[in-house]
């Protein structure tokens, strides 16, 4: 009711489907061994019974994809992709690492693709998490666009964490528009989908697992 655009659908019917795989391994001493994740992968897609009203004419659309593998306990590579087939949809993709080499900082290194209608962009982020004490964990990043070749900004995230939910506080600065930003969410940790684990918003990776 309240959008500033006309266009505002009445009814929608869509069928969502996924599919979910585990490859798991076990670790630890011989007389003590665990059964753990070794890669994961979610596949998901939408079927629109009426295409034309709910989906730009195509009947399947909304596919993605998110990859796990938990190279060691402190380091995993991550990819995902989300995907529609219409004119000009959105094409999104990511690849990157994360890695935490000390018990209380982690670093995440990726490349981002952003693409639908004029805009295609190939995005290189970086970011350090640092826990300064048990609820507190502080994330730097920096981003920059290498098919335009500019600087997109640095932000500094507070987060504090909590047995249910996350909140963030943050502030960012775009340098290739001057602008800068602040910006505070709220992140459940109950309701994780499947396939992120304790992969948060900003990162955080395994540092979340000590809490």
């Known amino acids: ?111 981002r693709q952003v693409k639908g209608a004029t805009l295609d962009s190939q995005i290189l982020t970086a970011s350090y998490s640092y826990q300064l004490t048990p609820k507190w964990v502080t994330t730097m990043g920096t981003a920059y666009d290498l098919g335009e070749q500019r600087n997109r900004g640095q932000s500094l995230t507070m987060s504090r964490v909590g047995n249910d939910f996350i909140w963030h506080f943050g502030t960012n600065y775009d340098v290739s528009r001057d602008n800068f930003g602040i910006a505070v969410s709220l992140e459940p940790r109950f309701m994780s989908l499947p396939g992120l684990g304790n992969q948060s918003s900003n990162q955080l990776g395994s540092l979340l697992q000590t809490y």
Request: glycine share 8%; net charge negative.
């Open 1 to 111: 009711v309240t959008s500033p655009v006309r266009e505002l659908v009445d009814s929608q019917q869509v069928l969502r489907l996924g599919w979910r795989h585990r490859l798991q391994t076990k670790t630890g001493p011989f007389d003590n061994e665990r059964i753990k994740d070794w890669m994961t992968l979610d596949l998901e897609a939408a079927y629109f019974p009426d295409s034309m009203r709910d989906n730009f004419g195509e009947d399947w659309g909304l596919y993605s994809g998110r990859y796990a593998w938990y190279v060691g306990d402190r380091t995993t590579f991550l990819a995902n992709a989300f995907y529609d087939t219409f004119s000009d949809a959105q094409q999104l993709w990511s690849v990157g690492i994360i890695s935490q080499r000390t018990t209380r900082g982690s670093v995440y290194v990726g490349l």
